[in-house]
């Protein structure tokens, strides 16, 4: 099985797991912060474990800041851990992450991901 981390909307995570025949996705209504529990919590409903994860797909390029961040970091530190391949996707391409299954196992493992932020950069409050 593979994973996608979908943290584009605020206060929201997406994950999907799925093959190239089957795909579960699920919703969680939490902060960003949340990410590892929700994680751990779908993979345990679907009685899988960090185990069953061959390979993780990350939608980059929407979102903030810190999101963006936590999503990339948990997806390479997987990868590091698990030595299995990661992607970056846009939100557009997962509609239909199963038909970029081959692309994701073309990675070579050990290549990490970097974030795309999709904003304007907003440091504080930029008063004279």
Same mark, same amino acid.
């Given at each position: 099985m593979y994973l996608l981390i979908n943290t584009s909307v605020r206060d929201s995570i997406a994950l999907s797991l799925?093959?190239?025949? +089957?795909? !579960?996705? /699920? /919703?969680?209504?939490?902060g +960003?912060?949340?990410?590892?529990?929700? !994680?751990?919590?779908?993979?345990t409903s679907e009685n899988k474990t960090k185990d069953d994860v061959a390979g993780i797909m990350?939608?980059?390029g929407e979102g903030s800041f810190t999101s963006?961040?936590?999503?990339?970091?948990?997806? +390479?530190?997987?990868?590091?851990v698990r030595h299995i391949p990661l992607?970056?996707?846009?939100?557009?391409?997962?509609?239909d992450v199963?038909?970029? !299954?081959?692309l994701l196992l073309d990675q @070579?493992?050990?290549?990490?991901?970097?974030?795309?932020?999709?904003?304007? @950069? +907003? !440091?504080g409050n930029q008063s004279s």
């Open positions: 799925f093959d190239v025949e +089957n795909r !579960i996705d /699920k /919703k969680f209504e939490v +960003n912060r949340e990410l590892l529990q929700s !994680i751990d919590s779908f993979l990350v939608v980059v963006t961040r936590l999503a990339v970091t948990v997806a +390479n530190t997987f990868g590091y992607l970056s996707v846009s939100l557009e391409q997962t509609a199963q038909s970029l !299954i081959a @070579p493992v050990g290549q990490y991901l970097s974030a795309t932020y999709s904003g304007v @950069p +907003n !440091i």
